[in-house]
């Protein structure tokens, strides 16, 4: 099983930018899909990016324009770029993982990250 570990979550202002990064262990990153998804308090987890082991992308049209979702295989590392930041953007995020092709649904992904939180003040 692959272990993910995410960092780069904090608080920032409103129209602040962040990167988040997701480090995964194992020997088959370059088959590998990564999503992040997002759950805000009183709120379902809700699918946010995926970029697929052909750095094929998806996004949630609340994001699209604003939020950038990459890859780097010689690092074992996805990353979610996040530009002009709203306080409805406030949320856990997690990373989370599977072989094969994007996918829009967390019940795709067997391997989850520990989460991340992300503040946005306004």
């Known amino acids: 099983q692959v272990q993910l570990i995410e960092s780069g979550g904090g608080l920032v202002q409103v129209g602040g930018s962040l990167r988040l990064s997701c480090e995964a262990s194992?020997?088959?990153?370059?088959?590998?899909?990564m999503g992040w998804f997002r759950q805000a308090p009183g709120k379902e987890r809700e699918f946010v990016a995926a970029i697929g082991w052909d750095s094929n992308t998806i996004y949630n049209e609340s994001v699209l324009g604003r939020f950038t979702i990459s890859r780097d295989n010689t690092k074992k590392t996805g990353f979610l770029h996040m530009n002009g930041l709203k306080p409805d953007d406030t949320a856990v995020y997690y990373c989370?993982?599977?072989?094969?092709?994007?996918?829009?649904?967390?019940?795709?992904?067997?391997?989850w990250g520990q989460g991340t939180q992300v503040t946005v003040s306004s």
């Open positions: 989370a993982g599977r072989q094969g092709d994007a996918s829009y649904y967390s019940t795709n992904y067997p391997d």
């Open positions: 194992g020997r088959t990153f370059s088959t590998y899909a």
